[in-house]
């Protein structure tokens, strides 16, 4: 079957790149001169976060195109789910990685860093999105009330992006221990390109877990359309035996 | 190495999460698709 | 629409009776957890008190989509002539003025039980409005979001606090630097509340139409 | 008015999954009273709430007064008044501030002053500055049905209208629906108060399992 290549293709790829990427992560590519070895955390904290942003990403634009009368399919908002759910998965690891950086430098489990609070106010956000999508009721109003919750999920992101930097910017003046140089330090030359194939790796992955999160998705919406047929037939044959 | 312990738990918790992530789409669909006649088991890409 | 919402409340005293008490109760117990011997209690005054409005802010919208969960009067409302942004900027503008007799009267407290005094008025109250219009925008939305649903009363601070988490966040910066207590520019605050608060009452208005057709 | 006010034809309509309308046809003509029976969960409600545009049509055709509610359901609810279980009135409310705000909130003017409704209906005077919620049933039947009389509707769906009014209330229902055929308006009344409804139809429709099943004038003996 066609696209069954494909998803397998896609599958040795993904785990081919990030088999690739562990070597040169924590292997070829030298320690930091301040935070040493720990640095190697970037070569996925950065990716997981990359494909987070890339996933809701998904959800967003699905919304909207499920919103738009001219594009109205339920595909969008099955689409718009699964992604949604591959989005919050990969924004879980983002935190617990950031917190064991955190702890390496800091011996702290959880630093108010400007991008981890946000990523954090991200989790709690689309954990209400993904609770409002289990609550049921008729597939039509359901899913326009998805769309409506993504969308505005979406366009508060900015909101607490820019909020959450400013507060710790204008914090960030007074201590010493500037977080921002040990989260991001200076990345050059092969570690540069690690943190590429890195960002690679996980884009891949995240292709294969979204066409196959997708299709399982589907599936569990052809069921409860099965189970809508089935109902329907015994309503018309309520009809002939005469009970209500 | 530096900070051996805490490269493991970093990268060890991403991949398990991610594999036992993968392997429950997979199983469940596996699982799904039972319920369901033959030529309506896979759908394509929307 | 914000008529007949006030009228509610005035005829039925909820907010007055309840709400109210409630928010003075919490600046007590803030009292109790946080020793006011220690300063702690002066320092943080402006957050208490935002948090304390976001609390009340929640019941006020549960409240007022209480109001409306009588399977009857949802029909009504869609089969009366208003249109949904109507509607939508009726209900927030009642919620918008609850919030803000609750603002007063929290603002008072805040003064009175932590003795802290107002160097900033016009900031502060620059940031009170603006804030109270983007809670109540923003509240009213969710409100409709997750009204009719079997699990609103869990659903609605989960989904709602998550984003109005800025509005806290650049309210209280902008009340400290108001009440002294802050250091930086309030103003800058006052400008992110500002976007804030256009942002969602301009997609309340769009989004309020299909959300009232939903739970049928 | 064109002649047919409602047509449906194999019309579908589900509540949350379940299949409430499985298929219904019916023709309703202008000014015509006709009386929908049928044990309960047949799907009377349901056909109501579709007439009024407030629950999706699935499948099939169905326009009412023109509007092709698979199209858009939300423009024929400007000429529609619909008579629910549930009176939806807000219990803080008195009666007067109830009515006054369904007044206000219809677009059109509405045919009827308040204070006329509360008077059609026996309600005027100490019971006007009531609160809703110190209502019995039948009163708050009483003040759903002159919330009725303020919107300016072609097409009166009732539901059970007679449920909880005493004799002089279901009097004065009668001479309200009597009324409003007279001058026109077509009424679409699901009720099991057979003997009292049929006298008011012109066609008497049996529904079971969502679907018609059977659609007589009222002339003819009724079907059980």
Known sequence: MRSDV???????????????????????????????????????????ATVMYAAFGVTAVASVLYLLPRTRARKWDVLAGAAAEIGVVFTGLVLVTGSIWGRTTWGVWWTWDARLTTTAVL??????????????????????????????????????HKSVEWWRTLHQKSSLLDEETFLHPHIHGSMYWTVMLGIGAFLLLFAWLLIHRYRLAKLEDRIEDEDLERALAERRAEALTGSP | MTHVGYLIAGYGATFAVLASYAAWIVSKKRALARELPPEERDPRWP | MAGKDLRIELRSRVATNQVGPFALLVLILFAFALDPDRGVLGQAAAGLFWVAVLFCA???????????????????????????????????????????????????????????????????????????????????????????????????????????APVLLAATRASEAALGTGSGDGWAWVRLLGVFAVIYVAFGVVAFGPLLEESS | MDSVVV????????????????????????GEVVLMQGPNGAGKTTLLRMCAGLVPVVDGEASVLGHDLRRDRRSVRRHVALLGHATGLYDDLTVADNLRFVARATRTASPVSVDDALSRLGLAGRLASVQAFRLSAGQRRRVAVAALLLRSADLWLLDEPHAGLDADGRERLDQLVADAAGAGTTVLVASHELDRARALASRVVTMAGGQVRANTPAGVVGVA
Not at chain 1, 9 to 24: D, F, K, N, R
Not at chain 3, 110 to 135: D, E, K, M
């Open chain 1, 6 to 48: 494909t998803t397998r293709v896609l599958g040795t790829l993904s785990i081919a790149a990030l088999a690739l990427l562990a070597v040169m992560a924590l292997v070829v590519t030298p320690a930091d001169v301040n935070q040493l070895d720990a640095v190697r955390l970037i070569y996925i904290h950065v990716p997981l």
């Open chain 1, 123 to 160: 989790f709690v956000l689309f954990l209400g999105y993904l609770a409002l999508r289990r609550v049921g009721g008729d597939p039509d109003t359901q899913a326009r009330r998805n769309s409506i919750a993504a969308l505005a999920a979406g366009i508060d992101l900015p909101i607490v």
């Open chain 3, 58 to 164: 929640l019941l006020a919208i549960q409240r007022s989509f209480a109001v409306e969960s009588t399977d009857g009067a949802r029909d009504n409302l869609r089969l009366s002539g208003l249109d949904p942004a109507g509607i939508f900027l009726g209900k927030a503008a009642a919620v918008a003025a609850e919030l803000a007799a609750l603002e007063v009267i929290l603002g008072t407290g805040v003064v009175v039980l932590y003795n802290r005094s107002l160097h900033g008025p016009v900031l502060l109250v620059v940031t009170c409005v603006l804030a109270t219009i983007g809670l109540a925008a923003a509240g009213t939305l969710y409100g409709a979001l997750a009204a009719g649903l079997r699990v609103r009363e869990t659903l609605l601070p989960l989904l709602l606090l998550p984003v109005v």
């Open chain 4, 7 to 30: 047509h449906l034809h194999a019309a579908v309509s589900l509540l949350g999954r379940f299949p409430a309308l499985a298929g219904v046809d019916l023709d309703v003509a202008a």
